[in-house]
């Protein structure tokens, strides 16, 4: 039976205790008794970082509003424990870090930000929970109501589909050799028959963090997902990716005129059937093609689009406007957004998107708001519904 019910508990019993190295024991005690975590009790969670030579120590969490966005940690005096207990919603599933011996100033006025988090910042070494990219990697909390964040490509039981890489060069946008990751499902091989087409794009994500092969295997296993073709394609940096993806007629150019080709001569495509989607600009790139030509992009993922105030904001406001005045719209469509997402940027657009095509009864509708932020964390718990709503077995 656990010695401590509540960390409240374990921290009045240590506090009471005279003996730095009885106190020590204590916290020894702890960790043997507890070895992952935070500490979730209802509403509340609690951090720990129990090692020597901390001098700071702090939660970061990007829901926290303040620069830095930390919650300090207090060390229990005479100890290695440095602790700090924050409230969420039940059902909230974020990426954090935890700041070691971090200057504490405001990152506003770092002139190496990532410099600074590469030194700082780590990972949770208590809990086991997380992702990791090439960029960064960040720890993972999952309240008790959260949506599962399992590691997809570890469900040994799951038949694989497989994945073909290709090298692509637009003249329309101007880009040459970039990665195209093309998944076909299992039994793909041999069948004879044509499958629906799902374009994915920010394929170096897609193919990545946010495991769409493997949650494709996963959810075709289940029947919950048509057995399908997902082209996942490369994107360019941010500043490219930015001007490529947001109402970009030449972006759309290679979608149909190079991209399908390409598809459709090596892979069994079913041209009636084809669906495009993306995550937050991507979701931008994925709208104006299926609005410009719903006849082809039947179906429509859309995952985090940032509609609202920032950067190219007016060419952003027009994505809303054309799904009220468009003739044809995409059959069914997937939008969902996270509650910790800038509101103005995130939140308030989608919602009134959400209004605009409830009220297009033509339109088969799933609308989703997450307890996540805007980030591959919640990008990916996501996912599967995004995945199953689109092209669902029929």
């Known amino acids: 039976m656990p010695r401590w019910n509540a960390f409240t508990a374990f921290l009045e019993e240590a506090l009471h205790v005279e003996s730095e190295t009885d106190r020590q024991t204590l916290v020894d005690a702890l960790l043997a008794e507890r070895s992952l975590w935070p500490w979730i009790e209802g509403d509340k969670a609690t951090f720990i970082l129990a090692r020597p030579d901390v001098q700071t120590a702090a939660l970061n969490l990007d829901t926290i ?27 909230d599933l974020l990426d954090y870090m935890l700041a070691v011996n971090d200057p504490m100033t405001p990152l506003a006025t770092e002139p190496d930000v990532i410099g600074r988090v590469s030194r700082f910042w780590q990972v949770d070494p208590l809990n086991p929970l997380r992702m990791d990219t090439p960029q960064m990697n960040v720890s993972v909390l999952r309240m008790d109501n959260a949506r599962p964040f399992p590691d997809w490509s570890a469900m040994k039981r799951v038949p694989r589909g497989h994945v073909y890489e290709h090298s692509i060069d637009s003249e329309q946008v101007g880009f040459s050799g970039r990665r195209l990751w093309v998944y ?65 007629e030449h972006h759309y150019g290679f979608l149909l005129t190079e ?57 952003l406001a027009q994505v809303p406007t054309r799904f009220t005045n468009g003739e044809l719209l995409p059959n069914r469509i997937f939008l969902s957004v996270g509650r910790y997402e800038a509101r103005a ?22 609308y989703l708001e997450t307890g996540s932020g805007h980030g591959l964390v919640g990008f990916r718990s996501v996912m599967p519904e995004a995945l199953a709503w689109t092209l669902p077995l029929l």
């Open 259 to 315: 991209l399908l080709p390409l598809l459709q001569t090596q892979y069994r495509v079913d041209s009636g059937r084809i669906g495009v989607g993306g995550v937050a600009m991507g979701a931008i790139a994925a709208a104006h093609a299926a609005l410009n030509n719903p006849a082809i992009f039947t179906t429509l993922l859309m995952i985090s689009p940032p509609l609202g105030r920032g950067p190219m904001q007016e060419q």
């Open 65 to 91: 509003q303040a620069d830095p966005p930390f919650a300090v940690m207090t060390n229990l005096p005479g100890t290695t424990l440095w602790y700090v207990t924050q409230s969420f919603q039940r059902d």
């Open 184 to 248: 076909t499902p299992p039994g793909y091989d041999g069948s004879g028959v044509n499958y629906p087409l799902l374009v994915l794009h920010d394929g170096q994500w897609m193919i990545g963090p946010l495991q769409a092969p493997y949650i494709a295997d996963a959810l075709i296993k289940h029947e919950r997902l048509q057995p399908c073709i997902i082209a996942m394609v490369q994107s360019g940096g941010q500043d490219e990716r930015m001007r490529e993806y947001v109402n970009n």
């Open 345 to 366: 940027r995130f939140r308030k657009p989608a919602q009134a998107l959400h209004d605009i095509l409830e009220s297009r009864k033509e339109v088969r509708l799933r």
